[in-house]
């Protein structure tokens, strides 16, 4: 009986493995036609900033489609895709925003959350 109540789990994971590959595939296939477009048009007729809005929003919209149909998020790509929103905005409007050194913060603390909230393996000694 542990066969058949496992059957219909194997098989919303399968669908969910299979659905992430395509939002994945779809991401990824937004993301190089934006940027040949953008390639593509003449100097001064696309604003600055637009690809790093454009990148974040790909990623956001991904990472929120995941989230609606409770395929893990990862927490690394929200945060890029944030970053390089609010980058991207800032380029627009021409302020000038401290990116790097925001991002050696961002990356540290995640590092920081991963270890203290991580799971720890029961083998580890301590």
Do not use: C, H
């Amino acid at each position: 009986m542990t066969t058949q109540n496992n059957q219909p789990t194997k098989i919303l994971e399968a669908k969910k493995n299979a659905f992430d590959k395509r939002i994945e595939a779809f991401g990824w296939a937004l993301f190089l036609i934006m940027s040949g477009t953008l390639l593509i048009a003449p100097d001064g007729l696309v604003p600055d900033g637009t690809w790093l809005i454009g990148t974040g929003l790909i990623i956001l919209g991904s990472m929120g489609i995941r989230y609606i149909y409770r395929i893990r998020v990862d927490g690394f790509w929200t945060i890029l895709g944030i970053l390089a929103l609010g980058y991207g905005v800032s380029e627009l409007f021409s302020l000038n925003l401290p990116v790097f050194p925001v991002l050696l913060v961002v990356f540290g603390a995640v590092i920081v959350f991963k270890a203290f909230l991580g799971k720890v393996d029961s083998q580890d000694d301590f």
